[in-house]
């Protein structure tokens, strides 16, 4: 449960204001990781806690990339202890002629210390670029090395940063490679230090299908009997693409995975590309620079898309399949139903932010654009059945766009006709201020009129929606424009949906869905996530979406009254109250006063609300796939699988 707090003020006085050379502080060691976590993993929540193991296994797999390691075994000890370990080379030991200190303790404690900077040790690498084991180190509780160098088992121990003993030889071994264990401090993760096993399975198996052949093993060893899973695809990309479209339930409408790859000359970069085109109309494209997920693209995905969409039209062209008037195919028409992954491995990779979320490299963009255009061409000429079904569903794409077109001009055209373009049922608010302003979404008429008495006119607007409305997972945006159940939202919003959506137009700063707390109101909300997320998803990726949490019960003893979210929180209230006590059990919003619903619902400074973020959008992708889609066995099963998340459900 997300508890929105608002318009919170820090006032800063002038003497605390004031500043001088005294101010100044020097951070020695890692005391600059520990004092601003955030800068080196992104957060110090559940995000930046599974981000530390990342790190130890991306060092790994490094090695993996090199050609040295084969084997990558990761495990959660009982009391949330990490321990990864691979069949690399092992981490030098030597002593650095530098410092006089061994290769592995600078590795551990010094930050921007490693072979990921020249002399020839990775040709490329991912992880936080030489500070990613010093700053797991930094930010665990302790940390415990050993590396195998084939003759001898060194050790070493640190304690929150610190060095607690010297690298001493413990052993004898004829193996190879290194193994960490770490305890994440929980003074830095104050949130959780629990480990999600479903977390580290989806990077696990993602860093296992973009190293083809890499074997990594998983274990969960915190219960009685150990939870494992082996991951390992000799077919890489390939096998990801095939795996989402499983996952997903959606049905390939060609039988083979199309895969190209190709290195520079001077072995500096190296492009994969896998893709293949399914039934739905929704695409999935999943880029990666050196093993990183780039969730906001780059210069790797500009490339693909530019030259999926030329050479589509290209070979559109030359075979008759547009006619001379016929308008060119949109990268929209070429991408609908595709699913895509594209793996670049770049020496010198040049990322936008700590975060790596974004690849900056202009020669990878050249590259992948060449790569496709070249090997696609030649792909569609020898297989023309393939691109025959491929071309069909571009071109029925494009067709629905262009029916889209027509039902949006006809919606402006009648706006103006009718010489208002806000819906006739939208209660609007005073204020223009997008910043301040909020739109409840609110199913039905007698909620949305109890909403409209209760609001605050100058910030709350509020349009009520009525009836089932259209599941767009089943449908093209022609369908979209067409629907009288979405088009006051699209109007109401004033942002545009797809290709034409713009943020700048936004008209309110939250949208809040609200409905009955109720099966219908349940579905209702998946609906219109379901929308937001086809044709609107920056609204969910920029966290202006909120769904209303209203309340199940109302408990009355005398002139008191309180209410209750849940079953539990209701008998947890009924056993705090002595003496005859009333229970009103709201089976819907139209059930509450205005007065009712603004103190419960809709008052900024008493509401609950959950906020509505996309921290995976290939895991989002997939689950509205199958709750929304037309296979009815896949949605069962998800169903009975998540149905115990649903029941005693306590605020």
Not at 97 to 103: F, Q
Not at 159 to 170: M, Q, S, Y
Not at 445 to 461: F, L
Request: net charge negative; glycine share 8%.
């Amino acid at each position: 449960m997300a508890i929105i707090v608002e318009n919170e003020e820090i006032k800063v006085s002038k003497v605390e204001n004031d500043y001088g050379a005294d101010d100044i502080q020097v951070l020695e060691g890692l005391e600059a990781v520990r004092k601003r976590p955030g800068m080196y993993i992104g957060s110090t929540g559940p995000r930046g806690l599974h981000h530390l193991v990342y790190e130890i296994v991306d060092n790994s797999i490094d090695e993996a990339l090199a050609g040295y390691c084969s084997k990558i075994d990761v495990a959660i000890e009982p009391g949330e202890i990490i321990r990864v370990r691979d069949n690399g080379r092992g981490i030098p030991v030597g002593i650095n002629e530098k410092t006089g200190v061994p290769a592995v303790t600078l590795v551990f404690t010094v930050l921007h210390a490693g072979g990921k900077f020249g002399g020839g040790g990775y040709k490329v690498s991912g992880g936080l670029h030489g500070v990613g084991a010093s700053v797991v180190n930094a930010l665990s509780e302790w940390v415990e090395v050993k590396v195998f160098d084939g003759e001898d088992i060194y050790f070493q121990r640190y304690e929150r940063g610190k060095i607690v003993c010297d690298l001493k030889k413990i052993g004898k071994s004829s193996e190879r490679g290194t193994e960490v264990r770490f305890k994440a401090d929980a003074k830095i993760f104050k949130e959780t230090t629990v480990y999600e096993y479903e977390v580290l399975e989806k990077r696990l198996r993602e860093q296992a299908f973009l190293n083809a052949g890499v074997h990594i093993e998983l274990r969960d060893e915190r219960q009685e009997e150990a939870v494992q899973k082996n991951f390992c695809y000799e077919g890489g990309i390939s096998s990801f693409v095939e795996f989402i479209n499983k996952k997903k339930h959606v049905d390939p409408i060609h039988p083979d995975v199309i895969y190209f790859a190709a290195k520079n000359p001077e072995d500096t970069v190296t492009v994969e590309v896998a893709m293949q085109y399914n039934d739905s109309y929704n695409e999935l494209m999943l880029s990666f620079a050196n093993n990183i997920h780039t969730v906001d693209g780059g210069t790797h995905e500009e490339g693909f898309k530019r030259a999926l969409t030329r050479v589509m039209n290209d070979y559109a062209r030359r075979f008759n399949k547009l006619k001379e008037n016929d308008k060119n195919l949109s990268g929209e028409d070429v991408r609908e139903g595709l699913t895509a992954v594209i793996s670049v491995k770049v020496k010198e990779a040049q990322f936008e932010g700590q975060t790596k979320a974004k690849l900056g490299n202009t020669e990878v963009r050249t590259m992948v654009d060449k790569l496709l255009s070249e090997k696609l061409s030649v792909f569609l000429e020898e297989n023309p059945q393939v691109a025959r079904v491929i071309f069909d569903k571009a071109l029925a794409s494009a067709k629905a766009r262009e029916a889209a077109r027509k039902a949006r001009e006809n919606v402006r055209r009648k706006s103006a006709l009718e010489g208002a373009q806000l819906p006739g049922k939208l209660s609007d608010c005073q204020s223009k201020d997008s910043s301040e302003t909020e739109i409840f979404i609110v199913e039905g008429d007698s909620a949305g009129g109890s909403a409209k008495g209760g609001r605050d006119r100058r910030i709350q607007a509020i349009l009520p929606l009525w009836g089932k409305m259209l599941n767009v997972e089943k449908a093209r945006l022609d369908r979209v424009y067409g629907n009288d159940k979405l088009t006051p939202v699209i109007t109401a919003l004033g942002t545009g949906i797809g290709e034409e959506f713009n943020m700048e137009k936004l008209r309110y700063g939250k949208v809040i869905i609200m409905a009955d707390a109720d099966v219908d109101g349940q579905h209702i909300r998946t609906l219109l996530l379901t929308f937001f997320f086809r044709f609107m998803r920056p609204l969910i990726e920029e966290g202006h979406i909120y769904i209303a949490q209203p309340p199940l019960y109302r408990i009355t003893k005398g002139k008191e009254h309180k209410y209750a979210y849940s079953d539990i929180e209701r008998d947890r209230i009924l056993a705090s109250m002595e003496g005859k006590t009333e229970i009103q059990r709201y089976k819907g919003l139209g059930e509450m006063d205005e007065d009712q619903l603004w103190e419960t619902t809709m008052n900024p400074e008493t509401r609950l609300m959950l906020k509505v973020n996309l921290n995976d959008a290939e895991a989002a992708d997939e689950t509205f796939s199958i709750l929304m889609g037309d296979k009815v066995e896949p949605r069962r099963e998800f169903i009975e699988a998540n149905a115990k998340f649903v029941q005693n459900l306590d605020v």
